[in-house]
């Protein structure tokens, strides 16, 4: 994961985000049958043939933008589910009358409460949010761009998340194993994101989501059986087909996120993961996803001395499902993460730091000045999420940035949209018309404006 530089939102980029999008030159060919296909760089600027890249649009936003030669015309392509509702709907939480802070019964309930919410009607639409009969999902717009694999794919719409090298998770020393992911949002939280993405920029101060919001990330690898030095984790796991750099390739389902929007939380959320689990006897490989943990607070204080002392995390979970691998993948000091996840951090202090502009790094990693534990200790804080997780230098010293800092109540897939578009001026060539919103360069920070593109 990479950390924040000191970077300046140039004025200029600001004007040219208030000019009207440029139309689309002349469509291009290939994408899914009902939608437009048009020529662009990988920005999404609009571009005159040959154009570098496609961009496929089934509505107001781009479903991908991908390089030409990556296009499959014999498909699938992914659609992007975007219909948010515009009146917040009806809070259908079915695990809030779970208490999940009691213990590992207490947090396995809750999990697998969240987990059979976000599989009903979702496992035979395979995971097309449009063919579900049971409720509707979303996805997030413009997460289109990114460097190499970080961009979404055009078949089943993942992202690239974080790699990893043996010998991590019993893979062969020297290997590295690429991972990607999808996400989904239920209707609340959609409706969240279309408030923050109601036009052309973002109004991030709509960024907070109701009680109830829900999302779920189903994150697959490209492991090979051959890459394990072991056996192979991921023996039987659901497998999809999808479109890389290195071609169309098979990846198999490693692990689940859950993140829900509740108000008993001090933080306001309940963060929690699945790891694959191959010798789990059911008969659909999908429900073979058992409980890692699940977080609600960051356990201020807690380090590594205190879990070698044995002293109990008090709000964090660690299941007594959890697969062997994934117990030996946890966060920093025992806390709950998943097996893609970074192990110096945890699943609530990593999406702690959504916020725009990008004024610290989600995690203390890459920073040899993070070289203590007090300091270590400042991604293991407890806030809720409307407040800014802050900003960091290079010593690994808090400071104070020089312009507003807006937080994103803790979606590191909001960031990235939010950072695509108003730091690295990505476009979307589907909507060369919409309203510009308001945003000017007094309401973002000044002195951030190299901080490298953050994936998620």
Not at 223 to 228: E, I, L, T, V, W
Request: with cysteine.
């Amino acid at each position: 994961m990479a950390h924040a530089q000191s970077f300046l939102v140039r004025a200029g980029l600001i004007t040219a985000m208030l000019c009207l999008w440029p139309l689309p030159s002349k469509a291009a060919t290939g994408c899914a049958p009902g939608t437009t296909c048009i020529g662009v760089t990988p920005e999404g600027q609009p571009s005159s043939d040959p154009a570098p890249s496609i961009a496929q649009c089934s509505g107001r936003f781009p479903d991908f933008i991908v390089p030409a030669s990556q296009l499959n015309a014999k498909g699938p392509w992914f659609k992007l589910a975007q219909a948010y509702p515009s009146v917040l709907p009806v809070n259908d939480a079915t695990w809030s009358a779970i208490q999940f802070d009691n213990g590992a019964a207490g947090a396995n309930a809750y999990l697998m409460a969240l987990r059979t919410y976000a599989f009903e009607g979702m496992i035979p639409a395979d995971f097309s949010p449009q063919a579900n009969a049971v409720r509707q999902w979303y996805h997030m717009p413009l997460m289109n761009f990114g460097i190499g694999p970080g961009r979404r794919e055009s078949m089943r719409g993942l992202t690239g998340e974080r790699s990893v090298r043996g010998p991590e998770l019993g893979i062969k020393p020297g290997v590295t194993v690429r991972n990607y992911a999808v996400g989904f949002y239920n209707a609340r939280g959609a409706h969240t994101i279309g408030q923050v993405w109601k036009a052309k920029n973002p109004d991030l101060a709509s960024a907070k989501f109701p009680v109830g919001a829900m999302s779920f990330k189903i994150l697959f690898s490209d492991a090979k059986p051959s890459d394990f030095s072991g056996e192979d984790l991921l023996d039987g796991a659901p497998q999809w087909q999808i479109s890389t750099d290195a071609g169309v390739v098979p990846v198999r389902l490693l692990q689940m996120d859950v993140a829900t929007a509740d108000d008993r939380a001090p933080t306001g959320w309940v963060f929690g993961t699945f790891a694959y689990d191959k010798s789990a006897p059911d008969p659909s490989p999908w429900l073979r996803l058992r409980p890692v943990g699940l977080s609600w607070g960051n356990d201020e204080g807690y380090t590594p001395a205190d879990q070698a002392a044995g002293k109990p995390l008090l709000q964090s979970t660690i299941s007594d499902q959890i697969p062997a691998f994934a117990k030996n993948h946890l966060g920093w000091a025992g806390r709950p993460n998943g097996p893609v996840d970074n192990p110096a951090s945890g699943c609530l202090s990593c999406h702690s730091t959504a916020e725009y502009p990008v004024v610290a790094p989600m995690t203390f990693t890459g920073n040899p000045q993070c070289n203590t534990d007090q300091k270590k200790l400042h991604w293991f804080r407890t806030f809720d999420g409307t407040k800014t997780f802050g900003a960091i230098d290079a010593n690994c010293t808090p400071i104070t940035p020089s312009g507003t800092v807006f937080p994103l109540d803790f979606s590191l897939q909001l960031k990235v949209s939010v950072q695509n578009v108003l730091q690295y001026n990505s476009v979307n060539p589907c909507a060369p018309a919409e309203p510009v919103g308001t945003i000017s360069a007094s309401d973002l920070a000044k002195d951030f404006q190299d901080a490298p593109r953050v994936a998620r």
